[in-house]
């Protein structure tokens, strides 16, 4: 039996190495190989680049130092503004630099920068723009008495969070595990074809059927999977653990879903006889952890 992309259904597609978890949120080996070029391109593009560049994944892989496919590892303070609107840059050591600005106003210059050579630098480059001569000593001085000096600038950051990017996340996630554990041949049950359509839909027609994530993916507390993962802390010292557990409630399968650097959510699923209940993976990084039952 020839494999179809479980996304797009092409048969004669070339396929490639689909990380479940994002690779950026840090998951090197849980993965699947039946997703075509295309649809995981754009599944990366739509989908995993907004769970993996938010404010919550950044601090996550500033943190516990998780690379992105560039090998960059993010640093959500990089660039700020200060109470007057001007950027900011902090460095890694946390040292601000203003990013220097000129405005004009009639023949008046207004110089921002972030130390004094740097201004009279700039100062001059205006006059030679101009083909005025360069500045006398004391007219660099008569500049320097002018500046306003501010020693610890207040930075501001601001950020987003999309709520629903993170459930079609969930879904993406579940989706994948579902068919990484039973294989291409549960694509037939109504459930899993449901995600499917929900992400074909999303990153080729940019239509999120957002009743379907209201429905079936909530935001929950994750502590009652604290002690799982305080139990690898301790075995393997420091690293990252993502854990999915697949458990029967009333008619339903409840995937939860405790992703490190997203919220914790919950993925109902209409069924009760899709995986085994109580069925765990966990996913760990950096290194091979992969627990499978
Ligand atoms: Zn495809």
Do not use: W
Not at 39 to 48: A, Q, R, T
Not at 54 to 81: C, Q, Y
Not at 198 to 208: A, R, T
């Amino acid at each position: 039996m020839n494999d179809r992309c479980i996304i797009c259904n092409n048969l004669d597609a070339e396929f490639t190495l689909e990380h479940i978890i994002p690779f950026a949120l840090g998951n090197n080996n849980f993965s699947l190989r039946n997703v075509c070029k295309k649809c995981n391109s754009l599944i990366g593009e739509k989908i995993d680049v907004y769970s993996t560049n938010n404010i919550m994944a950044e601090l996550m892989r500033m943190t516990k130092k998780v690379p992105g496919h560039s090998g960059k590892i993010p640093f959500p303070f990089a660039k700020g503004k200060t109470e007057d609107g001007f950027t900011v840059k902090l460095s890694l050591e946390m040292k601000p630099t203003i990013e220097p600005k000129v405005s004009k106003n009639e023949n008046k210059y207004n110089i921002i920068a972030g130390s004094h050579d740097e201004a009279i630098n700039i100062a001059e480059k205006i006059l030679k723009r101009n083909g005025k001569p360069p500045l006398s000593k004391s007219a660099k001085e008569i500049i320097l008495s002018k500046v306003a000096h501010k020693e610890h600038p207040r930075i501001n950051y601001s950020f987003e969070l999309n709520i629903n990017m993170l459930k079609i996340e969930a879904i993406k996630i579940v989706f994948e595990t579902v068919v990484y554990k039973l294989g291409t041949s549960c694509l037939q049950e109504a459930v899993v074809e449901k995600m499917q359509n929900v992400i074909f839909k999303y990153i080729y027609e940019d239509v999120l059927d957002i009743e379907f994530l209201n429905e079936n993916v909530s935001f929950i507390d994750g502590a009652m999977f604290n002690s799982i993962r305080d139990a690898l802390q301790v075995t393997f010292k420091e690293g990252i653990f993502h854990i999915i557990h697949f458990t029967v409630r009333e008619n339903d399968t409840v995937v939860t879903v405790i992703v490190e650097g997203m919220l914790p959510m919950a993925v109902k699923l209409d069924t009760v006889d899709l995986i085994n209940n109580n069925s765990l993976i966990i996913v760990g990084y950096p290194g091979n952890l992969l627990i499978n039952e």
